[in-house]
């Protein structure tokens, strides 16, 4: 949890992860009172990690068939594909 306190209009928070929910709950306060609002935010999408190594197979002298596994960590929405010629 991290908290800020002060006069500024906008602060940074660092150390979040990649394509995560995070929600922040902002309090403000004048001389006509206090208001305390919540937002959830998801921070964008990042590079996969915990690939594996694909697995080869010939399939005659001119083609291969490769097979992969998801990501351990996609950190966003993954795009499937098949492609054959």
């Known amino acids: 949890m991290t908290h800020f306190e002060g006069l500024a ?3 940074s928070v660092s150390g979040l992860s990649a394509y995560s ?7 403000a306060c004048t001389t006509a009172g206090c208001l305390n609002t919540s937002v959830e935010a998801v921070t964008l999408q990042g590079p996969p990690h915990g690939q594996l190594r694909p697995n080869v197979t010939a399939q005659g002298p001119t083609a ?4 992969w596994q998801p990501p351990t960590q996609p ?7 098949n492609v054959s010629k």
């Open 9 to 11: 209009l906008g602060t």
């Open 21 to 27: 929910s995070y929600e922040f709950t902002v309090s």
């Open 64 to 67: 291969l068939k490769v097979i």
């Open 75 to 81: 950190n966003g929405n993954i795009i499937h594909r």
